[in-house]
């Protein structure tokens, strides 16, 4: 456990994300290596099925890691306070808050999965494959529940390091038990998607061993579960506007996804493979507005105000320059990379690829203000400035892919995602003003 209101903003603050930073990589990896595995075992087709539903699963599976990071902050301003019961309370209402929500989740998602990919425009030669895909995939979505909730917990009780440790043991499952799934036993994209949920419950099973055995304060017995009045609709509170806000922003994604499937099968497949690239740049990205958040909360928790707004200012400058050198990675290597999930033969494919980097890569200074902001903000326990925020970067993504693919075609599409991130900073730059003043306000008094 790591206590974030004492010492030096700027080494904390780094020291925290850096395990994020590789964390969300090896998050990524688990996608990535569906793809990478689908992609050179199983062909072209199989790699944009599996692309075809990465839209679905950033609508639910980004709603889970929104409420569970959501129902975190409460958990994290109770240890900055040195609440240690409401901490131990605040994680057992997120475990029952959790199993509710999981099963809501995976009924809901399956019942509309076919209109989902009828509306996604999902192209016929792939929509079986695809279905298969991701109904293996949403059925274990109590799985992937049950990781986030307890990485979550122990993110805002400042242990960024075990759930890392615990995530690479689950992508080297992922990857031997898909491996094994695909070359020995054919089971094709079911294979892929079934790999995928054991690894997770494997994570699952050592984050709980190391909670039980190494982190007290999460330590819990039966009597934690006699839930206070209030302890679960807190949670919900927290959790359900952070979890809708990333779904918000996942419908723009999947409006997206729709345009670029009306180019047809290369245009998917270059989709699917430059996404993943980006993917892993905007985790990183991500990272430092993760650590925010769990910084933030702590610190509000304990009444240190200008030591946020000095935590901002430094995790902004620390996250825009490494923007910088992703960007420039994707835009000189992007070919190269992109290599690594469709071969070298598939020039068509990586020639638009190309073309989704220069797009996207020098503009990842605006999306890593956008994190900084953002997770800043809910740290404060503002929920509703984020989920106004996710909102507009739903519109301007959705209204941007369909307007631009006509004009422009993939490259247009492309475009809508640093459009969006503007969209969703039109939202947020105000109201961090305002934060800022009150925070002011509030250190002057203390």
Known sequence: MQDLTKGNPTKVILMFAIPLMIGNM?????????TLIVGQTLGVQSLAAVGATGSIQFLVMGFVQGFSSGMAITTAQRFGAQDYRGVRAAYAASIVAALIMSAILTVV????????????????????????????????????????????????????????????????????????????????????????VFAQFVTIA???????????????SWSDFKLRKGDLKRQFKSGVPMGFQQSIIAIGAVTLAAAVNTLGTNAVAANTAASKVDQISTSMLMAFGVAMATYTAQNYGAGKFSR?????????????????????????????????????????????????FWANGPFYFILSTLFILRYTLQGLGDVRTPTLAGMGEMVMRSVTAFSLVVWFGFFGASLANPLAWLGSLLFLIPAWFAMVRKLKEADSVA
Not at 146 to 157: D, F, H, W
Not at 313 to 324: A, D, G, N, P
Request: hydrophobic share 55%; proline share 1%; aromatic share 10%.
């Open 308 to 356: 946020i707004l000095v935590g901002v200012k430094k995790s902004l400058t620390m996250s825009i320059s490494v923007s910088v050198v992703l960007g420039l990675i994707e835009v000189i290597f992007g070919r190269d990379l992109v290599s690594l999930f469709v071969g070298a033969g598939q020039h068509e494919v990586m020639d638009l690829a190309q073309e989704f």
């Open 26 to 34: 090896v998050q990524q990896l688990y996608n990535i290596s569906d």
């Open 109 to 196: 998602s399956l019942v509309f999965l076919d209109m989902l990919l009828h509306v996604m425009q999902t192209p016929a030669a792939i929509y079986d494959q695809s279905k298969l895909f991701i109904s293996v995939i949403l059925a274990g979505t109590v799985m992937t529940m049950g990781y986030n909730v307890i990485a979550n917990t122990l993110r805002a009780v400042g242990d960024s390091k075990a759930p890392l440790y615990y995530l690479i043991i689950g992508m080297v499952v992922n990857i031997s038990v898909e491996l094994l799934l695909i070359v020995k036993f054919h089971w094709g994209v079911e294979g892929a998607a079934t790999a995928t």
């Open 206 to 220: 050592f984050s709980y061993w190391h909670i039980s055995r190494f982190t007290d304060a999460l330590r819990l």
